[in-house]
């Protein structure tokens, strides 16, 4: 049974105790966190992009692919479901496309600010202030397209202190498309896609230069929940001792259009 969105301050307390269990508990982890965060370029949307699921435009072309890593999964023993993730920005709105590899797709929480993150989902945390990277938006996306939204405050090292799932962004779409049979465990699926357009309008809440110009800087995680039978992964490791992404400290580098000098 699905929790009800009545719940989300008590699993935020859940979550929050649940976290100082796991850093008591033996680590799961299988691989060593680089010494330097990631780092990637958005490119410019240089084409028009239609919002569908398909990820199909011209425009993707140009964008980096951004492959996630599997800090607590031997994937050399166990197959990767793996995920690679585009990013394409114009003064208007940031463009995410998020592909995922899953055979079992699982989502069925449908209601908005529902707990999507009990299932198939990605995210986007992200702040446009790289001065004060203790305040981010998130974004959760289940394979259903049902999606959260919030600002959390008092993030670190340790982990974020204060989630606010009252905030609400506005006019945010996102289409997705799959690849096999949701919820129905008994075949093997192939996978499922994300394609999102986030208004630039959304990030002027936590400093920064929003819409962001070439050069700018921004600092972001891309993360992916594992569902039935799945794993977690991410783009820049938390360093956790087992699965936890809130970690604003170990946030990637994004620049816009290309690195500053």
């Known amino acids: 049974?699905?929790?009800?969105?009545?719940?989300?301050?008590?699993?935020?307390?859940?979550?929050?105790?649940?976290?100082?269990?796991a850093?008591?508990?033996?680590?799961?982890?299988?691989?060593?966190?680089?010494?330097?965060?990631?780092?990637?370029?958005?490119?410019?949307?240089a084409s028009p992009i239609v919002i569908d699921g398909r990820g199909n435009d011209t425009a993707w072309d140009a964008a980096e692919k951004i492959s996630f890593i599997f800090p607590w999964n031997d994937v050399a023993k166990e197959s990767p479901q793996s995920t690679v993730v585009r990013m394409l920005y114009d003064d208007e709105?940031?463009?995410?496309?998020?592909?995922?590899?899953?055979?079992?797709?699982d989502a069925e929480v449908t209601e908005k600010d529902g707990p999507?993150?009990?299932?198939?989902?990605?995210?986007?945390?992200?702040?446009?202030?790289?001065?004060?990277?203790?305040?981010?938006?998130?974004?959760?996306?289940?394979?259903?397209?049902?999606?959260?939204?919030?600002?959390?405050?008092?993030?670190?090292?340790?982990?974020t202190e204060n989630i606010h799932f009252e905030w609400e962004s506005e006019s945010v779409r996102l289409k997705t498309t799959l690849d096999g049979t949701m919820n129905d465990h008994t075949d093997v699926d192939r996978g499922w896609v994300v394609e999102m357009v986030i208004p630039?309008?959304?990030?002027?809440?936590?400093?920064?230069?929003?819409?962001?110009?070439p050069g700018d800087m921004w600092r972001l995680n891309l993360n992916?929940?594992?569902?039935?039978?799945?794993?977690?992964?991410m783009w820049s490791d938390t360093g956790a001792a087992k699965a936890s992404f809130h970690h604003s400290a170990y946030f990637g580098k994004a620049w816009f259009s290309h690195k500053a000098e």
Request: hydrophobic share 40%; charged share 20%; net charge negative.
């Open 1 to 21: 049974m699905r929790r009800p969105l009545l719940l989300l301050p008590l699993l935020l307390i859940a979550c929050a105790a649940s976290t100082l269990l």
């Open 23 to 45: 850093q008591e508990q033996p680590s799961q982890r299988v691989q060593e966190r680089p010494a330097e965060v990631p780092e990637t370029i958005i490119a410019r949307a």
């Open 93 to 105: 709105a940031l463009y995410l496309l998020y592909e995922c590899i899953d055979p079992y797709i």
């Open 116 to 159: 999507v993150w009990e299932e198939d989902a990605v995210e986007i945390f992200v702040t446009p202030n790289p001065e004060d990277i203790t305040a981010y938006f998130g974004y959760e996306m289940n394979a259903n397209g049902t999606f959260l939204d919030y600002m959390a405050f008092k993030g670190g090292e340790q982990g």
């Open 200 to 213: 630039m309008e959304n990030f002027r809440h936590l400093g920064g230069r929003v819409p962001p110009q």
């Open 224 to 233: 992916r929940t594992k569902g039935d039978k799945g794993q977690f992964s």
